[in-house]
Protein backbone atom coordinates (compact mmCIF):
# COMPACT_ATOMS: atom_id res chain seq x y z
CA UNK A 1 0.00 0.00 0.00
CA UNK A 2 1.63 3.14 -1.16
CA UNK A 3 1.60 6.00 1.70
CA UNK A 4 0.35 9.46 -0.40
CA UNK A 5 0.61 11.34 2.80
CA UNK A 6 2.79 13.86 3.54
CA UNK A 7 3.89 16.68 6.05
CA UNK A 8 3.99 20.37 4.41
CA UNK A 9 5.70 22.71 6.76
CA UNK A 10 3.33 21.22 9.30
CA UNK A 11 0.06 20.87 7.64
CA UNK A 12 -0.77 17.60 7.39
CA UNK A 13 -1.98 16.26 4.55
CA UNK A 14 -3.73 12.91 3.28
CA UNK A 15 -2.02 13.57 -0.29
CA UNK A 16 0.26 16.08 -2.15
CA UNK A 17 -2.80 17.12 -4.59
CA UNK A 18 -4.30 20.34 -3.91
CA UNK A 19 -6.91 22.59 -5.19
CA UNK A 20 -5.81 25.75 -6.67
CA UNK A 21 -7.10 29.34 -5.26
CA UNK A 22 -9.48 30.70 -7.70
CA UNK A 23 -10.50 27.55 -9.44
CA UNK A 24 -12.69 24.97 -6.91
CA UNK A 25 -14.75 28.09 -5.15
CA UNK A 26 -15.16 27.24 -1.40
CA UNK A 27 -16.02 23.78 -1.72
CA UNK A 28 -19.72 23.23 -2.27
CA UNK A 29 -19.48 24.02 -6.72
CA UNK A 30 -17.73 20.65 -7.11
CA UNK A 31 -19.73 19.17 -4.20
CA UNK A 32 -21.81 17.45 -6.57
CA UNK A 33 -19.10 15.57 -8.48
CA UNK A 34 -16.59 14.38 -5.63
CA UNK A 35 -16.36 14.00 -2.28
CA UNK A 36 -13.89 16.81 -1.55
CA UNK A 37 -12.38 15.02 1.75
CA UNK A 38 -10.59 12.86 -1.24
CA UNK A 39 -8.11 16.17 -1.80
CA UNK A 40 -4.91 17.23 -0.01
CA UNK A 41 -6.47 20.36 0.57
CA UNK A 42 -8.35 23.37 -0.44
CA UNK A 43 -6.98 26.85 -1.06
CA UNK A 44 -9.71 28.90 -1.27
CA UNK A 45 -10.38 31.99 -3.35
CA UNK A 46 -8.11 35.34 -2.59
CA UNK A 47 -9.57 37.32 0.07
CA UNK A 48 -9.23 40.45 0.93
CA UNK A 49 -10.38 42.64 3.78
CA UNK A 50 -13.13 44.43 2.41
CA UNK A 51 -15.28 42.66 -0.54
CA UNK A 52 -14.06 43.43 -3.52
CA UNK A 53 -16.19 43.55 -7.12
CA UNK A 54 -13.37 43.21 -9.56
CA UNK A 55 -12.59 43.85 -12.83
CA UNK A 56 -15.34 44.36 -15.31
CA UNK A 57 -16.67 42.26 -18.07
CA UNK A 58 -14.86 40.53 -20.33
CA UNK A 59 -12.12 38.45 -17.92
CA UNK A 60 -11.88 35.42 -19.87
CA UNK A 61 -10.06 34.62 -22.73
CA UNK A 62 -8.99 31.51 -24.04
CA UNK A 63 -5.67 30.92 -25.26
CA UNK A 64 -4.06 28.00 -27.09
CA UNK A 65 -4.18 25.44 -23.90
CA UNK A 66 -4.28 28.28 -21.70
CA UNK A 67 -6.70 30.54 -20.35
CA UNK A 68 -6.05 34.63 -19.57
CA UNK A 69 -8.10 35.72 -16.61
CA UNK A 70 -8.67 39.22 -15.41
CA UNK A 71 -10.81 38.50 -12.30
CA UNK A 72 -9.35 40.64 -9.52
CA UNK A 73 -10.06 39.03 -6.93
CA UNK A 74 -13.44 39.51 -6.56
CA UNK A 75 -14.26 38.22 -3.08
CA UNK A 76 -16.73 39.08 -0.05
CA UNK A 77 -14.26 39.73 1.97
CA UNK A 78 -12.75 38.07 5.01
CA UNK A 79 -15.41 38.69 7.24
CA UNK A 80 -17.99 36.81 5.13
CA UNK A 81 -15.17 34.03 4.76
CA UNK A 82 -15.01 33.63 8.60
CA UNK A 83 -18.79 33.99 9.31
CA UNK A 84 -20.14 31.98 6.25
CA UNK A 85 -17.61 29.57 4.42
CA UNK A 86 -15.54 28.38 7.12
CA UNK A 87 -18.08 26.84 9.35
CA UNK A 88 -19.27 24.89 5.95
CA UNK A 89 -15.50 24.09 4.90
CA UNK A 90 -15.15 22.98 8.84
CA UNK A 91 -17.62 20.10 8.16
CA UNK A 92 -14.92 18.83 5.91
CA UNK A 93 -11.94 17.10 7.03
CA UNK A 94 -9.76 18.64 4.54
CA UNK A 95 -7.43 21.02 5.72
CA UNK A 96 -8.00 24.73 4.33
CA UNK A 97 -5.45 26.94 3.01
CA UNK A 98 -6.90 30.59 2.63
CA UNK A 99 -4.94 32.71 0.21
CA UNK A 100 -4.64 35.93 1.18
CA UNK A 101 -4.43 39.12 -0.62
CA UNK A 102 -3.96 43.06 -0.02
CA UNK A 103 -3.42 46.15 -1.64
CA UNK A 104 -1.28 47.18 1.09
CA UNK A 105 0.43 45.82 3.84
CA UNK A 106 -1.97 46.97 6.51
CA UNK A 107 -4.81 45.11 4.53
CA UNK A 108 -2.78 41.63 4.14
CA UNK A 109 -2.54 42.31 8.19
CA UNK A 110 -5.64 42.88 8.55
CA UNK A 111 -7.05 39.44 7.21
CA UNK A 112 -4.36 37.67 8.32
CA UNK A 113 -5.41 38.93 12.20
CA UNK A 114 -9.32 37.99 11.34
CA UNK A 115 -8.31 34.46 10.34
CA UNK A 116 -6.43 33.92 13.81
CA UNK A 117 -7.81 31.56 15.69
CA UNK A 118 -10.06 29.92 12.92
CA UNK A 119 -9.68 26.26 13.40
CA UNK A 120 -10.67 25.39 10.23
CA UNK A 121 -7.86 26.76 8.68
CA UNK A 122 -5.07 25.10 8.88
CA UNK A 123 -2.35 27.62 6.53
CA UNK A 124 -2.24 30.98 5.01
CA UNK A 125 -1.26 31.66 1.94
CA UNK A 126 -0.04 35.08 0.51
CA UNK A 127 -0.44 35.86 -2.75
CA UNK A 128 1.91 38.40 -3.61
CA UNK A 129 1.61 37.73 -7.28
CA UNK A 130 -1.71 38.48 -8.36
CA UNK A 131 -0.92 40.34 -11.83
CA UNK A 132 -5.00 41.49 -12.09
CA UNK A 133 -5.09 44.04 -9.68
CA UNK A 134 -3.39 47.69 -9.31
CA UNK A 135 -2.22 47.73 -6.20
CA UNK A 136 -0.63 45.22 -4.08
CA UNK A 137 -0.61 41.87 -5.41
CA UNK A 138 2.06 41.38 -7.71
CA UNK A 139 3.58 44.68 -6.88
CA UNK A 140 4.85 42.87 -3.97
CA UNK A 141 6.20 39.56 -5.84
CA UNK A 142 8.15 40.75 -8.33
CA UNK A 143 10.98 42.56 -5.91
CA UNK A 144 12.82 40.37 -3.42
CA UNK A 145 12.98 43.24 -1.46
CA UNK A 146 9.41 43.89 -1.39
CA UNK A 147 8.78 40.55 -0.94
CA UNK A 148 10.82 40.18 2.01
CA UNK A 149 9.73 42.74 3.44
CA UNK A 150 5.82 42.18 3.49
CA UNK A 151 6.68 38.78 4.45
CA UNK A 152 9.03 39.90 7.32
CA UNK A 153 5.84 42.12 8.47
CA UNK A 154 3.40 39.44 8.53
CA UNK A 155 4.86 36.44 9.75
CA UNK A 156 4.78 37.26 13.01
CA UNK A 157 1.17 37.85 13.34
CA UNK A 158 0.36 34.35 11.25
CA UNK A 159 -0.78 31.54 13.69
CA UNK A 160 -0.50 29.00 10.79
CA UNK A 161 2.24 27.88 8.27
CA UNK A 162 2.72 30.56 5.89
CA UNK A 163 2.99 29.45 1.99
CA UNK A 164 4.41 32.59 -0.43
CA UNK A 165 2.32 32.35 -3.23
CA UNK A 166 5.17 33.69 -6.05
CA UNK A 167 5.15 35.56 -9.29
CA UNK A 168 6.63 33.60 -12.56
CA UNK A 169 6.82 37.46 -13.73
CA UNK A 170 10.26 38.18 -12.83
CA UNK A 171 13.57 37.76 -14.44
CA UNK A 172 14.85 35.55 -11.08
CA UNK A 173 12.22 33.78 -9.78
CA UNK A 174 14.83 31.69 -6.79
CA UNK A 175 15.72 35.23 -5.86
CA UNK A 176 12.50 35.86 -4.64
CA UNK A 177 12.28 32.36 -2.93
CA UNK A 178 15.14 33.28 -0.84
CA UNK A 179 14.46 36.02 0.05
CA UNK A 180 10.81 35.01 1.35
CA UNK A 181 12.46 32.21 2.71
CA UNK A 182 15.20 34.36 4.73
CA UNK A 183 12.19 36.26 5.77
CA UNK A 184 10.52 33.22 7.43
CA UNK A 185 8.30 32.05 4.92
CA UNK A 186 7.40 28.44 5.87
CA UNK A 187 7.11 27.03 2.16
CA UNK A 188 6.27 28.68 -1.16
CA UNK A 189 3.66 27.66 -3.93
CA UNK A 190 4.28 28.60 -7.85
CA UNK A 191 3.57 30.00 -10.05
CA UNK A 192 0.59 32.13 -10.09
CA UNK A 193 -0.38 33.25 -13.41
CA UNK A 194 2.06 35.03 -16.65
CA UNK A 195 1.22 38.30 -17.70
CA UNK A 196 -0.51 37.85 -20.95
CA UNK A 197 -2.96 39.60 -23.10
CA UNK A 198 -5.09 38.85 -26.23
CA UNK A 199 -6.97 40.75 -28.89
CA UNK A 200 -9.95 40.42 -31.29
CA UNK A 201 -8.70 41.59 -34.65
CA UNK A 202 -12.78 42.15 -36.02
CA UNK A 203 -13.10 44.53 -33.48
CA UNK A 204 -9.58 45.55 -33.05
CA UNK A 205 -9.75 45.59 -28.68
CA UNK A 206 -8.25 43.86 -26.35
CA UNK A 207 -10.14 40.36 -25.32
CA UNK A 208 -10.05 41.56 -21.81
CA UNK A 209 -11.25 44.43 -19.95
CA UNK A 210 -8.47 45.01 -18.26
CA UNK A 211 -5.98 44.55 -21.78
CA UNK A 212 -3.86 42.15 -19.64
CA UNK A 213 -4.37 39.36 -17.73
CA UNK A 214 -2.79 36.27 -16.04
CA UNK A 215 -2.10 32.92 -18.48
CA UNK A 216 -2.60 29.62 -17.40
CA UNK A 217 -3.35 26.23 -18.12
CA UNK A 218 -0.90 23.62 -19.91
CA UNK A 219 0.07 26.29 -22.07
CA UNK A 220 2.32 27.30 -18.79
CA UNK A 221 3.45 24.19 -17.36
CA UNK A 222 6.84 24.27 -18.64
CA UNK A 223 7.78 27.66 -17.81
CA UNK A 224 6.14 26.51 -14.11
CA UNK A 225 7.91 23.26 -14.00
CA UNK A 226 11.39 24.87 -15.10
CA UNK A 227 10.63 27.53 -12.15
CA UNK A 228 10.06 25.07 -9.59
CA UNK A 229 12.95 22.76 -10.37
CA UNK A 230 15.06 26.22 -9.75
CA UNK A 231 13.68 27.26 -6.45
CA UNK A 232 13.34 23.50 -5.29
CA UNK A 233 17.21 23.17 -5.55
CA UNK A 234 17.86 26.41 -4.00
CA UNK A 235 15.41 27.26 -1.22
CA UNK A 236 15.13 24.71 2.15
CA UNK A 237 11.37 24.99 2.58
CA UNK A 238 8.88 23.24 0.76
CA UNK A 239 7.71 24.00 -2.58
CA UNK A 240 4.24 23.69 -4.24
CA UNK A 241 3.95 23.43 -7.53
CA UNK A 242 1.46 24.44 -10.12
CA UNK A 243 1.38 25.60 -13.51
CA UNK A 244 -1.16 23.84 -15.82
CA UNK A 245 -0.47 20.32 -14.03
CA UNK A 246 -3.86 18.51 -15.84
CA UNK A 247 -2.94 14.64 -15.33
CA UNK A 248 -1.37 12.52 -12.92
CA UNK A 249 2.19 12.56 -15.69
CA UNK A 250 2.24 16.43 -14.88
CA UNK A 251 1.94 16.06 -11.21
CA UNK A 252 4.69 13.63 -10.70
CA UNK A 253 7.16 16.11 -13.18
CA UNK A 254 6.27 18.49 -10.61
CA UNK A 255 7.09 16.39 -7.62
CA UNK A 256 10.96 14.90 -9.58
CA UNK A 257 11.65 18.50 -10.41
CA UNK A 258 11.37 19.21 -6.14
CA UNK A 259 7.67 20.00 -5.49
CA UNK A 260 6.54 18.64 -1.98
CA UNK A 261 3.04 18.64 -3.13
CA UNK A 262 1.19 20.38 -6.67
CA UNK A 263 -1.99 22.29 -7.14
CA UNK A 264 -4.56 21.93 -9.51
CA UNK A 265 -5.76 24.94 -11.07
CA UNK A 266 -7.61 25.32 -14.39
CA UNK A 267 -7.61 21.50 -14.96
CA UNK A 268 -11.05 21.81 -12.12
CA UNK A 269 -12.83 23.66 -15.06
CA UNK A 270 -12.26 20.75 -17.96
CA UNK A 271 -12.61 18.35 -16.13
CA UNK A 272 -13.37 18.20 -12.63
CA UNK A 273 -12.30 14.80 -11.94
CA UNK A 274 -8.68 15.69 -12.79
CA UNK A 275 -7.77 16.55 -8.68
CA UNK A 276 -9.03 12.56 -8.15
CA UNK A 277 -7.59 11.08 -11.29
CA UNK A 278 -4.52 12.86 -10.10
CA UNK A 279 -4.07 11.40 -7.06
CA UNK A 280 -5.19 7.72 -8.41
CA UNK A 281 -2.36 7.53 -11.13
CA UNK A 282 0.17 9.05 -8.28
CA UNK A 283 -0.67 5.79 -5.93
CA UNK A 284 -0.71 3.76 -9.09
CA UNK A 285 2.65 5.13 -10.24
CA UNK A 286 4.43 5.18 -7.15
CA UNK A 287 3.18 1.31 -6.41
CA UNK A 288 4.56 0.32 -10.16
CA UNK A 289 7.73 2.28 -9.42
CA UNK A 290 7.69 0.01 -5.89
CA UNK A 291 8.18 3.09 -3.62
CA UNK A 292 6.65 3.17 -0.71
CA UNK A 293 5.68 7.27 0.07
CA UNK A 294 5.50 10.15 -2.08
CA UNK A 295 9.03 11.57 -0.89
CA UNK A 296 10.79 8.89 -2.47
CA UNK A 297 10.07 10.89 -5.62
CA UNK A 298 10.44 14.35 -4.76
CA UNK A 299 13.60 15.71 -5.93
CA UNK A 300 14.61 12.69 -7.70
CA UNK A 301 15.01 13.91 -11.22
CA UNK A 302 17.99 12.18 -12.70
CA UNK A 303 20.45 14.64 -14.17
CA UNK B 1 -27.84 18.01 -8.84
CA UNK B 2 -25.49 18.95 -11.60
CA UNK B 3 -24.44 15.72 -13.30
CA UNK B 4 -20.91 15.05 -14.88
CA UNK B 5 -21.42 12.02 -17.82
CA UNK B 6 -19.85 10.57 -20.92
CA UNK B 7 -23.12 11.15 -22.95
CA UNK B 8 -23.17 9.09 -26.04
CA UNK B 9 -24.61 11.21 -29.62
CA UNK B 10 -27.20 9.79 -30.94
CA UNK B 11 -27.77 12.77 -33.10
CA UNK B 12 -26.37 15.51 -35.28
CA UNK B 13 -28.54 17.20 -37.99
CA UNK B 14 -27.13 20.22 -39.93
CA UNK B 15 -30.52 22.70 -39.83
CA UNK B 16 -28.67 25.01 -42.93
CA UNK B 17 -25.11 26.13 -43.19
CA UNK B 18 -25.00 27.79 -39.50
CA UNK B 19 -27.25 25.83 -37.74
CA UNK B 20 -26.75 22.43 -35.68
CA UNK B 21 -29.19 20.09 -33.66
CA UNK B 22 -27.06 17.78 -31.62
CA UNK B 23 -28.90 14.96 -29.39
CA UNK B 24 -27.11 13.37 -26.88
CA UNK B 25 -28.23 10.89 -24.36
CA UNK B 26 -26.95 11.29 -21.13
CA UNK B 27 -27.83 7.56 -19.46
CA UNK B 28 -29.72 9.20 -16.73
CA UNK B 29 -33.18 11.20 -17.08
CA UNK B 30 -32.58 14.44 -14.99
CA UNK B 31 -35.34 17.06 -14.32
CA UNK B 32 -34.20 19.85 -16.60
CA UNK B 33 -35.67 23.58 -15.95
CA UNK B 34 -36.06 26.12 -19.57
CA UNK B 35 -33.38 28.09 -19.43
CA UNK B 36 -30.75 25.38 -17.99
CA UNK B 37 -27.47 25.18 -19.62
CA UNK B 38 -25.37 21.91 -20.50
CA UNK B 39 -21.11 22.39 -20.94
CA UNK B 40 -19.65 20.19 -23.40
CA UNK B 41 -16.17 18.85 -23.43
CA UNK B 42 -15.74 19.42 -27.46
CA UNK B 43 -12.51 17.30 -28.53
CA UNK B 44 -9.31 19.33 -29.30
CA UNK B 45 -11.11 22.05 -27.44
CA UNK B 46 -9.57 23.23 -24.66
CA UNK B 47 -12.64 25.16 -22.55
CA UNK B 48 -15.59 23.27 -22.42
CA UNK B 49 -18.54 25.33 -24.00
CA UNK B 50 -22.07 26.56 -22.56
CA UNK B 51 -25.26 25.31 -24.50
CA UNK B 52 -28.32 25.98 -24.19
CA UNK B 53 -30.99 23.02 -23.54
CA UNK B 54 -33.26 22.99 -26.49
CA UNK B 55 -35.02 20.16 -25.36
CA UNK B 56 -34.87 17.61 -22.62
CA UNK B 57 -36.88 14.27 -23.08
CA UNK B 58 -35.76 11.29 -20.77
CA UNK B 59 -32.19 10.66 -20.70
CA UNK B 60 -31.47 12.91 -24.05
CA UNK B 61 -30.64 16.13 -24.01
CA UNK B 62 -30.79 18.50 -27.28
CA UNK B 63 -28.69 21.67 -28.24
CA UNK B 64 -29.47 24.12 -30.94
CA UNK B 65 -26.00 25.32 -31.66
CA UNK B 66 -25.22 28.15 -34.52
CA UNK B 67 -21.82 27.59 -35.91
CA UNK B 68 -19.33 30.19 -35.09
CA UNK B 69 -16.37 29.26 -34.88
CA UNK B 70 -13.64 25.84 -34.75
CA UNK B 71 -15.37 24.61 -31.64
CA UNK B 72 -19.16 24.56 -33.04
CA UNK B 73 -17.59 23.69 -36.36
CA UNK B 74 -16.27 20.61 -34.29
CA UNK B 75 -19.29 19.94 -32.95
CA UNK B 76 -20.98 19.69 -36.35
CA UNK B 77 -18.46 16.97 -37.58
CA UNK B 78 -18.82 14.36 -34.58
CA UNK B 79 -20.55 11.21 -35.24
CA UNK B 80 -23.47 8.95 -34.28
CA UNK B 81 -22.01 7.17 -31.06
CA UNK B 82 -19.24 9.05 -30.11
CA UNK B 83 -18.89 10.16 -26.60
CA UNK B 84 -18.74 13.70 -24.87
CA UNK B 85 -18.24 14.84 -21.76
CA UNK B 86 -21.61 16.80 -20.51
CA UNK B 87 -22.43 18.57 -17.31
CA UNK B 88 -25.67 19.49 -16.59
CA UNK B 89 -27.92 21.19 -15.89
CA UNK B 90 -26.13 24.14 -15.05
CA UNK B 91 -27.72 27.50 -13.70
CA UNK B 92 -30.82 29.19 -13.31
CA UNK B 93 -33.66 28.91 -15.69
CA UNK B 94 -36.82 31.31 -16.46
CA UNK B 95 -38.93 31.75 -13.72
CA UNK B 96 -42.10 30.15 -14.85
CA UNK B 97 -45.11 32.37 -13.98
CA UNK B 98 -48.56 32.87 -14.78
CA UNK B 99 -48.92 35.92 -16.39
CA UNK B 100 -49.28 35.69 -20.32
CA UNK B 101 -46.10 34.93 -21.76
CA UNK B 102 -44.27 36.31 -24.59
CA UNK B 103 -41.22 34.45 -25.73
CA UNK B 104 -38.74 36.55 -27.74
CA UNK B 105 -35.93 34.30 -29.37
CA UNK B 106 -33.29 36.23 -31.60
CA UNK B 107 -31.12 33.98 -33.78
CA UNK B 108 -29.67 31.07 -32.00
CA UNK B 109 -31.84 32.64 -28.78
CA UNK B 110 -34.35 30.80 -29.96
CA UNK B 111 -32.49 27.58 -27.95
CA UNK B 112 -33.81 27.79 -24.48
CA UNK B 113 -37.23 28.83 -25.43
CA UNK B 114 -38.59 25.48 -26.85
CA UNK B 115 -38.62 23.66 -23.26
CA UNK B 116 -40.03 26.85 -22.10
CA UNK B 117 -42.55 26.93 -24.23
CA UNK B 118 -43.41 23.06 -23.81
CA UNK B 119 -42.90 23.95 -19.45
CA UNK B 120 -45.10 26.68 -19.43
CA UNK B 121 -48.02 24.73 -21.76
CA UNK B 122 -50.57 26.60 -23.29
CA UNK B 123 -49.41 27.48 -26.34
CA UNK B 124 -47.79 31.06 -25.29
CA UNK B 125 -46.63 33.34 -28.27
CA UNK B 126 -43.07 33.13 -29.80
CA UNK B 127 -41.70 34.82 -31.36
CA UNK B 128 -38.32 34.01 -33.59
CA UNK B 129 -36.44 36.91 -35.13
CA UNK B 130 -33.38 36.47 -37.60
CA UNK B 131 -31.30 38.33 -39.69
CA UNK B 132 -32.36 36.06 -43.07
CA UNK B 133 -34.53 32.98 -43.17
CA UNK B 134 -31.27 31.00 -42.23
CA UNK B 135 -31.64 32.09 -38.64
CA UNK B 136 -35.18 30.84 -38.28
CA UNK B 137 -34.47 26.99 -37.50
CA UNK B 138 -36.86 25.02 -35.30
CA UNK B 139 -40.30 26.44 -37.03
CA UNK B 140 -42.01 23.52 -37.03
CA UNK B 141 -40.89 22.43 -33.13
CA UNK B 142 -42.14 25.66 -31.98
CA UNK B 143 -45.27 25.22 -33.35
CA UNK B 144 -45.99 22.01 -31.96
CA UNK B 145 -46.44 23.88 -28.44
CA UNK B 146 -46.29 27.97 -29.69
CA UNK B 147 -48.15 30.13 -31.87
CA UNK B 148 -45.24 31.35 -33.86
CA UNK B 149 -44.67 34.88 -35.15
CA UNK B 150 -41.35 35.38 -37.77
CA UNK B 151 -39.01 38.12 -38.20
CA UNK B 152 -36.31 38.47 -40.63
CA UNK B 153 -34.09 42.05 -40.76
CA UNK B 154 -33.92 41.41 -44.53
CA UNK B 155 -37.62 40.34 -44.94
CA UNK B 156 -36.42 37.17 -46.79
CA UNK B 157 -39.22 35.02 -43.87
CA UNK B 158 -41.97 36.88 -42.29
CA UNK B 159 -42.36 39.77 -41.09
CA UNK B 160 -39.70 42.54 -42.25
CA UNK B 161 -37.88 44.00 -39.40
CA UNK B 162 -37.01 42.97 -35.95
CA UNK B 163 -38.78 40.98 -33.21
CA UNK B 164 -40.59 43.98 -31.73
CA UNK B 165 -42.28 44.42 -34.36
CA UNK B 166 -44.30 41.59 -33.90
CA UNK B 167 -44.76 42.42 -30.51
CA UNK B 168 -48.67 42.44 -29.03
CA UNK B 169 -49.70 45.39 -26.63
CA UNK B 170 -47.29 44.30 -23.54
CA UNK B 171 -49.20 45.72 -20.39
CA UNK B 172 -48.27 44.96 -16.92
CA UNK B 173 -49.94 41.54 -16.31
CA UNK B 174 -47.62 40.26 -19.41
CA UNK B 175 -43.91 38.31 -19.17
CA UNK B 176 -41.65 38.45 -21.55
CA UNK B 177 -38.70 35.65 -21.75
CA UNK B 178 -36.30 36.72 -23.70
CA UNK B 179 -32.91 35.21 -25.31
CA UNK B 180 -30.77 36.65 -28.01
CA UNK B 181 -27.67 39.40 -28.77
CA UNK B 182 -27.77 42.08 -26.62
CA UNK B 183 -28.85 44.48 -28.73
CA UNK B 184 -32.02 43.01 -28.85
CA UNK B 185 -32.18 42.41 -25.32
CA UNK B 186 -31.54 45.63 -24.07
CA UNK B 187 -33.94 47.31 -26.80
CA UNK B 188 -36.83 44.87 -24.69
CA UNK B 189 -35.32 46.43 -21.25
CA UNK B 190 -36.39 49.88 -22.64
CA UNK B 191 -39.46 48.89 -23.41
CA UNK B 192 -40.06 47.36 -20.41
CA UNK B 193 -39.25 50.10 -18.34
CA UNK B 194 -41.91 51.95 -20.24
CA UNK B 195 -44.68 49.72 -20.38
CA UNK B 196 -43.95 47.77 -16.88
CA UNK B 197 -44.04 44.00 -18.29
CA UNK B 198 -41.84 41.51 -15.99
CA UNK B 199 -38.85 40.71 -18.32
CA UNK B 200 -36.67 37.83 -17.96
CA UNK B 201 -33.45 37.54 -20.14
CA UNK B 202 -31.22 34.53 -20.67
CA UNK B 203 -27.88 35.84 -21.11
CA UNK B 204 -24.66 34.76 -22.42
CA UNK B 205 -21.05 34.50 -21.69
CA UNK B 206 -17.91 33.30 -22.18
CA UNK B 207 -17.13 30.92 -19.63
CA UNK B 208 -14.27 28.73 -18.06
CA UNK B 209 -16.25 26.52 -15.68
CA UNK B 210 -19.15 26.99 -15.58
CA UNK B 211 -19.99 26.15 -11.88
CA UNK B 212 -19.54 29.39 -10.16
CA UNK B 213 -16.31 28.96 -9.26
CA UNK B 214 -14.08 30.50 -11.36
CA UNK B 215 -15.89 34.30 -11.80
CA UNK B 216 -15.31 34.51 -14.72
CA UNK B 217 -18.37 34.95 -16.64
CA UNK B 218 -19.84 37.69 -14.45
CA UNK B 219 -22.51 40.27 -15.33
CA UNK B 220 -22.59 43.63 -12.84
CA UNK B 221 -26.35 44.00 -11.77
CA UNK B 222 -27.79 46.60 -9.86
CA UNK B 223 -28.23 45.38 -6.22
CA UNK B 224 -25.66 43.02 -5.55
CA UNK B 225 -23.00 43.88 -7.60
CA UNK B 226 -21.13 41.11 -9.89
CA UNK B 227 -22.68 37.58 -10.68
CA UNK B 228 -22.07 35.08 -12.58
CA UNK B 229 -24.05 34.40 -15.50
CA UNK B 230 -23.49 31.00 -14.96
CA UNK B 231 -24.23 30.33 -11.55
CA UNK B 232 -26.87 33.12 -10.64
CA UNK B 233 -28.22 33.32 -13.69
CA UNK B 234 -27.75 32.76 -17.06
CA UNK B 235 -31.58 34.10 -16.50
CA UNK B 236 -31.83 37.62 -14.87
CA UNK B 237 -34.55 39.49 -14.10
CA UNK B 238 -34.36 42.95 -16.13
CA UNK B 239 -34.85 45.04 -13.54
CA UNK B 240 -32.17 43.57 -11.86
CA UNK B 241 -29.74 44.63 -14.84
CA UNK B 242 -28.28 48.57 -14.70
CA UNK B 243 -28.85 48.77 -18.33
Known sequence: ?303 | MKKLVSAEIVSVQLLNQNYLLLTVDTGQAVKVFAGQFATLQIPDVFLRRPFSIHDAQGTRLTFLIKIVGGGTQKLANLSVGQKISVIYPLGKGFAVSKKQAVLVGGGCGSAPLLLLAKQLGGRPLVILGGRTKDDITQRDAFAQYAQVKITTEDGSLGTKGFVTAELPNLSPDCVVYACGPEPLLRSLHRLAQEKKFELQLSLEAVMACGLGACLGCVVKTRATGHLCVCQDGPVFRAEDLPW
Request: charged share 20%; hydrophobic share 45%.
Open chain 1, 1 to 303: MVDLRVNLAGIKLQNPVLVASGTYGYGEEFADFYDARRLGAIVVKGTTDAPREGNPAPRLAEAPSGLLNAVGLQNKGVDYLVQEYLPRLARLSTPVIVNVSGADEAEYLSVIQKLRGQKAVAGLELNISCPNVKSGGMAYGTNPDSAAGLVARVKPFCDKPLIVKLSPNVTDIVSVARAVENAGADAVSLINTLLGMAVDVETQRPKLSTVTGGLSGPAVKPVALRMVWQTAAAVKIPVIGMGGISTWQDAVEFLLAGAAAVQVGTANFIDPLAPLKIIDGLAKYLARKNLAKVEDIVGRLKI
